[in-house]
């Protein structure tokens, strides 16, 4: 979902940017404070992401949920009655200036435990820096399936994009679905990711993939795409693509009758009661997507998560804030298991008992349970999300890992 | 049979709004050998009147169509008036770019207003489907290919049977001798933008009704199919750009319904290109001798 910025969220997102900016200028001040402060006494985390630049509404809402979960756990007493220390970093959204990011947390800060980076590439270069050092790092929202693959030390608490797709699949089995086409942009690997995906988890289900339509970008016109897909009679159509084409693509099969069910995945969030109604509220019925965090959830977690995040910061916190906050939980877990161990801080022992730490919990996030099985990728539930009569977004469901 | 059906009425309904914008385009150049590159930034504009009508204001769905045709036909004519009017004795080239320069400033314009991000019109009726026997037909596709039928049985009576459609023959024929026989040249070219931004702005309401979203770049790659139905029909002839526009949407239609949506543009300029090898006037073109 990240190498695709929308304009929407970066409007909303802007809009706390000078909220947070105070934010990472405490930072900067709690760094400069402790620096003479007993070592023994603090657990040395380091926070790093895009603060200012075109990815900017990514990494300050992941610094927010991170910074918040970082708040509450010293409120509670820190981990091994230590405080949690955190060192922001702002590394604009560039793989160079990530890297140095890296490198003074490491070096200059000492810290034991990084949540970050944010967007793909610079999260690739991180990965790929950290190797050498086994330093555990935790990034809340790189998708791209190369970030973890650099050594063991390096975890997500998003899935991937091709993840979604068999999210998808198993749930369109759930629901008893026999024959789904799909339509999707060729050219860009998320929606061809997900597509993937989903037909080859779905046809080792037992689901007949009745034909699979596609678009180029900037198209309008799906009409012919349409006809050709309802000339299949399909039980279910999967949208994996952005809210806006969605939604042009959902008014169209209406109006050529098409009165079923339609399924997408996270790049639908948005598609109804953001800036926008890309869709009339009419055309969304029988329409499913996954995701991993939605304010409708009524778990308590969530409910829990959205009154402190508001109370907090003073806005309804998104996807990326939850994802903040879980990531930060990940390590805490990984850190508890360290200090529990009574391991030297910054040791390649302590290091190691983090990493062995984060494989043997299982968290209990905001954006569902998390484990860890073989590498960094994690094994989490995803939210299945439809949409009542008048548009807003209901939990539907739950599929388990 | 149904799915042949409902492929027609798609490829009937995307040649249609092509039609619409190519007779723009044709009846410009037809007057005065301008490739108007700013028209289908008309359509945007009527695009995005709608939006503010309709979604912003909250008023009618008629007063907006209403407001989007009138929109259009302003803009049209102050374009003209604005921008081309003065180099109406320049290089062709000058005022070639110029229609390239007033095409960015409109995109541009529209970015800095309304913002990049797509803006919904909202549906202009609660009718989506119309069931023929059986067969569900898209409500606005039905709309698109009778209003265009309409559109073009009006402009043909126009130019062929009105007075002013006699100018606008005589003038595009020759400016000179329209002149000297008395004919106002400047009000007939400004008659001409208005008839054809006019029908930019059914268009525009057509292709909001179908396509519900209205973005700053969207007159681009709907100007430019619209450019290439109206030099394949012939440019400067009016039954011309109808049939480009229908073989135009035809085209696309085909090689999507093949599973081929991918290679839609390429085909579409394919077309072009042979045409112009084969036959450079287009389908409907005429040559002219030039007298010496």
Known sequence: ?401 | MDIFLSQVLNGLQLGSIYALVALGYTMVYGIILLLNFAHGDIIMVGAYVSWLVMAQLGLNPVLAILLSIVACTLMGVIIDKVAYAPLRNAPRLSILITAIGVSYFLENGAQLVFGADPKVVPAFTDISTINLGGLALSFPAVVTVLVTIVATVALTLLVQKSKLGKAMRAVSEDMGAARLMGINVNSTISFTFAVGSALAGIGAVLYAMAYTQASPTMGMMLGTKAFVAAVLGGIGSIPGAVVGGLIVGFAEMIVTWLGLSVWKDAVVFLLLIIVLIVRPTGIFGRTMSEKV
């Open chain 1, 1 to 401: 979902m990240f190498e695709n910025v929308s304009r929407r969220q970066f409007v909303t997102g802007s809009a706390a940017a000078a909220l947070a900016l105070g934010l990472v200028g405490c930072g900067g001040n709690n760094g400069g404070d402790s620096a003479g402060d007993d070592a023994a006494t603090s657990i040395k985390v380091g926070i790093m992401g895009p603060h200012s630049g075109d990815n900017a509404q990514y990494g300050l809402a992941c610094l927010n949920g991170a910074q918040l979960y970082f708040d509450q756990l010293n409120a509670d007493g820190g981990i091994n009655g230590k405080e949690i220390e955190t060192f922001v970093y702002d590394e604009k959204g560039d793989a160079t200036e990530a890297v140095n990011a890296y490198n003074s947390l490491v070096q200059n800060d000492g810290v034991t435990g990084i949540v970050g980076d944010v967007t793909t590439i610079p999260s690739i270069a991180v990965a790929q820096a950290s190797v050498a050092d086994n330093m555990p790092c935790v990034t809340p929202s790189a998708t791209a399936a190369d970030v973890v693959t650099y050594g063991t030390n390096t975890f997500r608490a998003c899935v991937t994009d091709p993840v979604q797709g068999v999210v998808m699949a198993d749930f369109a089995s759930k629901q008893g679905y026999k024959n789904v086409a799909t339509l999707y942009k060729t050219g860009d690997d998320y929606n061809e990711g997900v597509n993937k995906a989903f037909c080859e988890e779905a046809e080792s289900l037992g689901i007949t993939i009745t034909t699979q339509e596609s678009y180029s970008d900037g198209d309008v016109d799906f009409n012919t795409q349409i006809t050709n897909i309802l000339a299949t009679n399909p039980d279910a159509i999967l949208l994996p693509n952005y809210y806006n084409e969605d939604g042009m693509i959902v008014t169209q099969a209406r109006q050529q009758g098409y009165d079923k069910v339609f399924l997408g995945v996270d790049g639908w969030s948005g598609i109804y009661g953001g800036s926008e109604n890309y869709a009339d509220a009419a055309d969304l019925h029988d329409c499913y997507y996954c995701c991993a965090f939605s304010a409708s959830n009524e778990s308590d977690v969530t409910k829990q998560f959205i009154a402190d995040y508001e109370a907090a910061y003073d806005e309804t916190p998104t996807n990326f804030c939850a994802l903040g906050y879980d990531a930060a939980m990940v390590l805490a877990a990984g850190l508890t298991a360290a200090e529990e161990a009574g391991l030297e801080a910054g040791s390649e022992d302590y290091k190691q008992a983090v990493i062995d730490g984060i494989f043997a919990s299982t968290v209990d996030g905001v954006t569902g349970s998390i484990s860890y099985e073989d590498n960094g990728d994690p094994v989490k539930s995803s939210l299945i999300i439809t949409f009542a009569e008048d548009g807003s977004e209901v939990t539907f469901d739950t599929i388990e890992a």
